[in-house]
């Protein structure tokens, strides 16, 4: 245990930090079983110190939330990759109208051609790395796949337009597997789900709030990861 | 702060406070109506928001102080605990802990980035004279269990609880914390983190 950052987890545990002091201590709780255990009870307790404070709130604010609630729907559960798995068979969506493996770019971006390039020859060890990348709109998309795992980075990739975000795929044959998403640029992005059998990865552009199914009116682009 | 009357906050299904925080009881139906949140039942959610508002709305309102403000922090902070409703851990922490956490960093999020520099401008004692106690002094007397929370601050020392007043209450960072009560920077994490620790263990909070 790193005693210096350690000391932190009080001043964590009340929001009284900055944000870089945030990041570092979230990734050192990651790694510290004692501090995750530590932040857990020192906020039940910072907690109990609002029981001084209750105030009855306007009944607008009643309305409002329960308004807000009746036209927003809870996000799904975060599930590890294993869970994710077994649920993709309840993912499933009508064919694509294009080939999955084909680039399907529509909303302005433009039409490119995929350059996807690998490491190694096809058909070698699962479990090297295979590099693939494209390029969308003015964005460069690069998904590194080993093994099962896949991982999506991007450079250039514009901010999704407010109340909207990039969800991204794992494609196998007609359907769309949910495997993560993104605001903007993003780096390794580990994918949920199984990539060693995908045929491409996608990305979409969702409502925030939207439904669990891909938008295929809205595919910005697909990765092919079946040419090599 | 305001002087509207306290809540019985701790324990709004008639169960006297027992010796850790809301009562077990509490906490239960407390999580079971997050579980159901979850699966999109707006009627739990309903009940939920009729359990914790009290707590929530105040909260937000003594760090953003604002009323207006703090109604939409707690909206938010409502909002946010609909969508991530199915996110609830119960093996992390209660229910309620998780909320009022959710609230806090709103309300906190807030305070730093709209009101920020206005808010620092004025000074620390004309805003947070006299700390603490008797700020909340008036709201103390009806729930047991606030009364229970004062005991524990009771324990504190002076510049323990101070500090966690600054920081919890006031949305100041450690570093903050430590200029505002002329501390060597390193001092006030000390004292945040040995005041809640002190703090858990008066309250019985399971460590």
């Known amino acids: 245990?790193?005693?210096?950052?350690?000391?932190?987890?009080?001043?964590?545990?009340?929001?009284?930090?900055?944000?870089?002091?945030?990041?570092?201590?979230?990734?050192?709780?990651?790694?510290?079983?004692?501090?995750?255990?530590?932040?857990?009870?020192?906020?039940?307790?910072?907690?109990?110190?609002?029981?001084?404070?209750?105030?009855?709130?306007?009944?607008?604010?009643?309305?409002?939330v329960l308004a807000e609630v009746a036209t927003t729907r809870p996000l799904p559960p975060v599930v590890a990759a294993a869970a994710e798995r077994g649920r993709s068979t309840r993912r499933r969506f009508p064919a694509l109208v294009a080939a999955a493996a084909a680039l399907i770019v529509v909303g302005g971006v433009g039409a490119t051609v995929w350059h996807p390039w690998t490491d190694d020859a096809p058909g070698s060890d699962q479990?090297?790395?295979?590099?693939?990348t494209a390029d969308v709109g003015s964005a460069t998309v690069t998904v590194v796949r080993s093994g099962d795992q896949a991982t999506v980075s991007t450079k250039g990739m514009p901010a999704a337009p407010a109340g909207k975000k990039y969800e991204l795929?794992?494609?196998?044959?007609?359907?769309?597997?949910?495997?993560?998403?993104?605001?903007?640029?993003?780096?390794?992005?580990?994918?949920?789900?199984?990539?060693?059998?995908?045929?491409?990865?996608?990305?979409?552009?969702?409502?925030?709030?939207?439904?669990?199914?891909?938008?295929?009116d809205n595919v910005i682009g697909t990765v092919d990861l079946e040419q090599a | 702060m305001s002087t509207l009357p306290p809540e019985s906050a701790g324990t709004p299904r008639g169960v006297p406070a027992g010796h850790r925080g809301p009562t077990p009881s509490e906490g239960e139906h407390l999580a079971e109506l997050l579980r159901r949140s979850a699966r999109g039942d707006q009627a739990a959610f309903a009940e939920l928001y009729d359990a914790t508002s009290k707590r929530v709305f105040g909260l937000a309102l003594r760090v953003v102080r604002d009323p207006?403000?703090?109604?939409?922090?707690?909206?938010?902070?409502f909002l946010e605990v609909w969508r991530t409703s199915a996110r609830f851990d119960g093996d992390r922490g209660s229910a309620l802990s998780w909320l009022m956490t959710l609230c806090h960093r709103k309300a906190v999020d807030r305070v730093r980035s709209a009101e920020a520099s206005t808010r620092r401008d004025t000074s620390y004692h004309q805003q947070n004279q006299p700390v603490d106690h008797d700020v909340t002094a008036d709201a103390v007397q009806a729930s047991l269990e606030a009364q229970r929370v004062r005991k524990a601050l009771d324990g504190l020392t002076v510049v323990q609880r101070e500090a966690i007043e600054l920081a919890y209450f006031g949305g100041y960072t450690h570093t903050e914390v430590a200029s505002i009560l002329d501390l060597p920077v390193g001092t006030a994490k000390t004292r945040i983190r040995d005041g809640l620790i002190r703090l858990r263990d008066k309250m019985g909070v399971a460590s």
Do not use: K
């Open chain 1, 169 to 216: 795929w794992l494609v196998h044959d007609d359907r769309y597997v949910h495997a993560g998403e993104m605001t903007g640029d993003a780096s390794q992005v580990l994918l949920e789900g199984d990539a060693a059998t995908a045929n491409a990865v996608g990305i979409t552009l969702e409502d925030v709030d939207g439904p669990p199914e891909p938008d295929l």
């Open chain 1, 127 to 132: 479990a090297t790395e295979q590099t693939y």
């Open chain 2, 68 to 77: 207006a403000q703090a109604e939409e922090v707690a909206q938010e902070a």
């Open chain 1, 1 to 64: 245990m790193n005693v210096d950052i350690h000391a932190l987890s009080g001043a964590y545990a009340v929001d009284a930090v900055d944000d870089l002091e945030r990041a570092r201590f979230e990734r050192h709780l990651a790694d510290c079983a004692e501090c995750r255990a530590e932040v857990t009870s020192l906020r039940a307790a910072a907690g109990l110190l609002a029981e001084s404070s209750a105030t009855t709130p306007p009944a607008s604010l009643r309305e409002a």
